[in-house]
């Protein structure tokens, strides 16, 4: 039995993880690294969390996960100095009631811990699926064949699904229920660390909904790192921006939060994350069509945090041991 897994983010790392003792399984990832949206930027000696910035871990199975002996040194708790902040309000604290994990040294570490010993084809996009006599032939985007799986399993975002199965899956509709919206994140390299009253903070009332200060997360070695993440809809209102008009928007919109001398700054990046938030999710683990072989998973099957794409490709892996063996 051959399974291809689309996408080699948490979901898609979460199938073919589980499923590596099972049978025989080939992941195909656009970019030239795993993890998806749980990503790290490194630029300049500086480092940046600019996707995910942490995750939660209620399942019991992920909880028991980190805490064997090959996943244990890559994640541990942040507990940062934690506030609200609005424009002219000042600073709140908050707290969280559960704990929040990240990756050490970055997090981009537990992906990689997921995908130790599995056969992943990096820069390889995969463009369309065809029906052929032994199954599904998949191929990239110049038409080049990528080999012949019994069973396709699409782990990335719904929308980008769609392009690829339309059609030919029977669960398209319920796919297509899935709603995504978009986030810019914005890198800031510091000369020197600012003199912040906290190391994360919840942004209301602005362009601007998070920001954190990368190098207070444990094990980071980097220099002063300040990723800044717009609200949804703001990004939803300017995905087509120029990226230059959006970089000043956003850092006219930090200084009216924080005292940062922007002549600190010594470089910035942006990010724009075309699916970066699950607003509707279809409320089942994963989606699944058996006469065709066919099967989805990801954040937007049952909500919108990194757990969330771990426990949607799991429950899959689960259910096709069952109805394989
Ligand atoms: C800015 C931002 C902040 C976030 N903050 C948090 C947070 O603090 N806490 C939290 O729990 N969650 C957070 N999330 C959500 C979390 O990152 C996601 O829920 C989770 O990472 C989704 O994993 P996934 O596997 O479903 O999808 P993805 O991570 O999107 O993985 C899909 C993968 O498929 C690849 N791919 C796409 N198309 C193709 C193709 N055609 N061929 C081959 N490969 C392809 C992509 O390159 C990607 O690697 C955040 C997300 C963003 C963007």
Redesign the pocket.
Known sequence: MRIAV???????LSVAHSLRNFTEVQM????RGV????ATRRAAGYEFD???????CRSKYLESLLKNKNFVDAVTTWEPKLVTLEPRSGSFKRSWFEPHYVGIPSMTAFPKRLARDLDISFS????DITRCKAGWRLNDESGNPLGVFDWVVS???AP?ADV?FGTLFAERNSMKMARLSP?F?LMIALSDRPKLNFDAAVVRKSPISWLALNCSKPARNSPSALVV?SSNDWAYEHIDDKPLDIENHLLTALHQLVDINLLEVKQTYLQR?R????ERDIEKEFLIDEENQLAAV??WCIG??????FVSGRALAEYLCRILN
């Open positions: 689309i996408g080699a983010g948490l979901s898609g195909f990832e656009k970019s993890g998806g949206r749980l600019h996707g995910a910035q942490f995750f939660t390889t996009s995969v463009q782990a990335i975002p980008q690829i986030c994140a993440h994350w699916y970066a938030k699950v990801g954040d919108n945090r990194a757990e969330d794409a």
